[in-house]
């Protein structure tokens, strides 16, 4: 059957474009203010394009080194937690899923109940609590509060619950222990949840705020989220230079989006079939 | 099935489980029990960050905070953000996902601009629309000026200046109701079209009774997840307006975090945190209700 362009189709079509080109906007001022020299991101009446594009608003950053700096630690960070938030909730998801243990219904509900908790409201103890441990301005003090994802062992054991028990059967019948079969059965049949699940965390590790926020003091240790907030008081009102450090620091997960669209569309409409 | 087996092998397999389970439960209890739980105490004494002399205050936190009014006025700031961003978000991401619900290089183009702005950091966000209300040379007064208007200062007019967060917050955060609306437009069978063809229904009949009714529950989900995110707001609020101007946008959490990391008073923000705690506990469990509630005639 051909598709044949009726007035409701081309009309849809001209709509999205419009509504996507309205929603970019926002990023190619952006791209543009970089590229102009300083003193024509102030004139009036404005300009759309710069007259004489210049990279030297991103040469000038680049040189001052602090936003890779803080592209370093967002990197070490946000890698470390979506290694470990994986890790330690597949175990988890898997232990509550297939294992027996004294106690398990009760503690796996107070999981669930954990997911009510809003970070937002632990700020305060958790400080307290990282300054009594010694993790203030660390990569642990950074990371270790959001390695906590009860959401995500809530959501893996029930994909886990769905996955047939013959499966492991067989392979404990070849001598696979429990760990393997943690490993070589449940991990590969559920790749495609943990790849979404590892996106998100990922997403939400580099652009987290309030804690890393909170938890560092020490510019050298901030991450891309946090070391920006301070970027407008620094560079006074130099537009271009504080356009181009905004668009190098959204630039990596702009690019890990476009790589794994497909993953990351199915992976909310997983989220949200769940939810 | 292990009744016969040996006691040892039974004690082992008794408490496998919490090989597996114990790293997750260790840090759940560390980084996120035990803070709720001295949250909560904390709210009962007049502790400071230093940790030095606790006094204990009885419920003397909690009845200071029904009586002060700042607590109540960011509480309203909240719910106005609560209420002015969540309609938008919903629908904008509805009309989203009809338009960009096809195949082929225009549907990748679509849904890479409408949920890019998603994937930025709050600060990158804010700084390019803290840029774009700019008096002066920003886009928007740029653009009023141009048109022949008067311009306005965005972020630092009182009863503009909450508006103009919410339309950063609609154009930053729209594409992840979008994302769940269009899952939701994809899991309609084709054959409920192809049958609405047959009987030569037109496409605003396919529209009205078709689609839109089939997303009823998905939109009832995504405005009380949204409703739940909008009042945790703070990020754009502290770093586009710093609360300004007069506190006419600072939120809950601000203040929250004003009493704790500026005015060192942790008891008192405690408290502060517990109450938004439960506001937050009351609608979920509405959701909650909401939800078993109207399975049925969904299905």
């Known amino acids: 059957m051909r598709s044949t362009w009726t007035f409701p189709k081309v009309a849809t079509a001209v709509g999205a474009a419009i509504l996507g080109v309205i929603w970019l906007i926002p990023l190619l001022w952006a791209l543009s203010t970089s590229l102009k020299p300083e003193p024509e991101t102030t004139r009036s009446p404005i300009t759309w394009l710069p007259e004489a594009p210049t990279a030297d608003a991103y040469r000038s950053i680049l040189e001052q080194g602090d936003l890779i700096r803080w592209f370093v630690n967002s990197s070490v960070v946000s890698v470390l937690v979506t290694v470990l938030t994986l890790l330690v909730s597949v175990l988890a998801a898997f232990g509550f899923s297939r294992t027996e243990f004294p106690g398990r219904r009760l503690i796996f509900g107070l999981v669930v109940a954990g997911i009510l908790v809003p970070p937002q409201v632990l700020i305060v103890p958790l400080f307290q609590e990282m300054t009594g441990l010694g993790l203030v301005d660390t990569y642990w003090g950074i990371m270790l509060p959001q390695v906590v994802a009860p959401v995500m062992v809530f959501v893996l054991k029930k994909f886990f619950d769905g996955i047939s028990r013959d499966y492991e059967d067989a392979a404990r ?24 699940v590892g996106i998100f965390t990922f997403i939400g590790a580099w652009n987290n705020f309030l804690w890393p926020f909170i938890v560092t003091t020490d510019p050298s240790m901030m991450t891309i989220p946090v070391g920006l907030a301070n970027v407008q008081g620094s560079y006074g009102l130099r537009y271009a230079q504080i356009m181009a450090s905004a668009l190098l620091g959204g630039l990596p997960l702009l690019i890990v989006y476009a790589l794994f669209q497909r993953q990351v569309v199915r992976g909310v409409g997983d989220a949200g079939i769940k939810g | 099935m292990s009744v016969q087996m040996p006691s040892r092998q039974s004690w082992r397999e008794r408490w496998a489980g919490l090989f597996f389970v114990g790293p997750f439960l260790l840090l759940f209890a560390v980084f996120l029990l035990w803070p709720t739980v001295s949250g909560l105490w904390n709210s009962f004494f007049n502790t400071s960050l230093a940790g030095v002399d606790q006094e204990f205050l009885g419920l003397q936190n909690w009845r200071e905070m029904f009586a002060d009014s700042a607590v109540w006025s960011s509480l309203k700031n909240t719910l106005i953000f609560t209420a002015m961003s969540t309609p938008p978000l919903v629908v904008i991401a509805l009309v989203m996902a009809l338009l960009a619900n096809r195949t082929g290089v225009l549907g990748w183009l679509l849904r890479f601009a409408y949920f890019a702005p998603f994937v930025l950091p709050a600060t990158v966000v804010t700084l390019i629309w803290v840029w774009i209300y700019e008096p002066g040379f920003g886009l928007v007064n740029g653009l009023l000026t141009a048109g022949g208007f008067a311009e306005i200062d965005w972020l630092n007019t009182e009863n503009r200046a909450m508006l103009a967060v919410v339309i950063t917050t609609v154009w930053w955060t729209v594409g992840f109701n979008f994302l769940l609306y269009l899952a939701a437009l994809q899991g309609i069978p084709e054959q409920v079209y192809e ?34 995110a909008s009042l945790k707001i703070f990020d754009q609020i502290y770093l586009m307006t710093n609360g300004g101007p007069n506190y006419a946008t600072r939120p809950i959490i601000q203040y929250i975090y004003q009493n704790g990391f500026t005015n060192y008073r942790i008891g008192y923000a405690s408290a502060i945190s517990y109450m938004f705690f439960a506001i937050i506990v009351v609608v979920a469990v509405l959701q909650f209700k909401l939800f078993s509630g109207s399975k049925e005639d969904s299905a």
């Open chain 2, 195 to 228: 049958a609405a063809d047959i009987d030569g229904a037109s496409e605003r009949q396919k529209l009205f009774r078709i689609t839109l009714p089939l997303l009823r529950r998905t939109t009832a989900l995504i405005a009380v997840l949204q409703l739940v």
């Open chain 1, 173 to 196: 019948v070849d001598g696979a222990s429990r760990w393997r079969i943690v490993w070589s059965v449940m991990v590969p049949m559920s790749r495609p949840i943990l790849v979404a």
